[in-house]
T-cell receptor, first 111, second 116 residues
């Protein structure tokens, strides 16, 4: 079946850029999402990209999509301690807005 | 608007007990979903519903049942709980707009369930 893979942990220094990577298998996915989960909370949509785009920028966030390699990345510029959270990559699969999620990348930001 | 709410927030069950988790949304969304979140495995879809009175199986439906008698509510039932069902359960809802650019899923805060 369809699969989405992410590395599980990333540690960065405050002020540096963070890059979280994701690979997926379903080439028919039309939308690809990044969700953020803070401790003890549900998931919130951070940003998304349509499959015919290569890049999307939204303030400190940059999403890059390499459709040929089925690779998605999220770059957070000037990472702050408030960015510490789990980041999930998700792709549409099978209609009805259904999503396949990666395992999540835990981002730790240290001084 | 409260968005998506889940009841209860925490629950401890003994093996073999039953319980129902309630999800409610006040955004008039057509689609609703139940996920479970386990360490290192992300979120996995249990069941979903595309409208009042309809339900469908997701990726991991065994041991769970669901009902959507009202558009705003989506219930997840465990008939005979097992330790393997210890998890955090999330409900989500999504609107449907024909021709829309994208359709965000809105998540509830989760229910932490422990089965002893």
């Amino acid at each position: 079946g369809e699969d989405v893979e992410q590395s599980l942990f990333l540690s960065v220094r405050e002020g540096d850029s963070s890059v979280i990577n994701c690979t997926y298998t379903d080439s028919s996915s039309t939308y690809l999402y990044w969700y953020k989960q803070e401790p003890g909370a549900g998931l919130q949509l951070l940003t998304y990209i349509f499959s015919n785009m290569d890049m999307k920028q939204d303030q400190r966030l940059t999403v890059l999509l390499n459709k040929k390699d089925k690779h998605l990345s999220l770059r957070i510029a000037d990472t702050q301690t408030g960015d510490s959270a789990i980041y999930f990559c998700a792709v549409t699969s099978g209609g009805y807005n259904k999503l396949i999620f990666g395992a999540g990348t835990r981002l730790a930001v240290h001084p | 608007n409260a968005g998506v709410t889940q009841t209860p927030k925490f629950r401890v069950l003994k093996t073999g007990q039953s319980m129902t988790l309630l999800c409610a949304q006040d955004m008039n969304h057509e689609y609703m979903y139940w996920y479970r979140q386990d360490p290192g495995m992300g979120l996995r879809l249990i069941h979903y519903s595309v409208g009042e009175g309809t339900t469908a199986k997701g990726e991991v439906p065994d041991g769970y049942n669901v009902s959507r008698l009202k558009k705003q509510n989506f219930l997840l039932g465990l008939e005979s709980a097992a330790p393997s069902q210890t998890s955090v359960y999330f409900c989500a809802s999504s609107y449907f707009l024909a021709g829309a650019s994208y359709n965000e899923q809105f998540f509830g805060p989760g229910t932490r369930l422990t089965v002893l």
